[in-house]
Nanobody
Framework: QVQLVESGGGLVQAGGSLRVSCEAS????????MGWFRQAPGKEREFVAA??????????DYNDAVKGRFTVSGDSAKNTVSLQMVSLSPEDAAVYYCAADRGFLPYMGPARLYDCWGQGTQVTVSS
């Protein structure tokens, strides 16, 4: 059974930086797409960023709200993905969830396309 384990959440001041990471364990398969979603209290879960590996090519996708501030990276051989976040604002505060799928996802944004989910890690940004 695949487990996604997130790490690196925490408390940061507005304008600060934080890195969250995720590792998929228990799988003999390579994850083709791994990404991050977030959910703030009272809001729906939203796509943040994702990375996809396919035949030597790597593609990434970002929510417009985080472009230029967040960078997603990963290692397909290790089934890991990280999200480097800079210039954080209180609007970025949420529980951040790692998601992964073994298949090629032509559209990385929809949450329903991902098979595996982590438990989430809290990111708090103080103003």
């Amino acid at each position: 059974q695949v487990q996604l384990v997130e790490s690196g959440g925490g408390l940061v001041q507005a304008g600060g930086s934080l890195r969250v990471s995720c590792e998929a364990s228990g799988s003999t398969f390579t994850m083709t797409t791994m990404g991050w979603f977030r959910q703030a209290p009272g809001k729906e879960r939203e796509f943040v960023a994702a990375i996809r590996w396919n035949q030597g090519d790597t593609a990434t996708d970002y929510n417009d709200a985080v472009k230029g501030r967040f960078t997603v990276s990963g290692d397909s051989a290790k089934n890991t993905v990280s999200l480097q976040m800079v210039s954080l604002s209180p609007e970025d505060a949420a529980v951040y969830y790692c998601a992964a799928d073994r298949g090629f996802l032509p559209y990385m944004g929809p949450a329903r396309l991902y098979d595996c989910w982590g438990q989430g890690t809290q990111v708090t940004v103080s103003s």
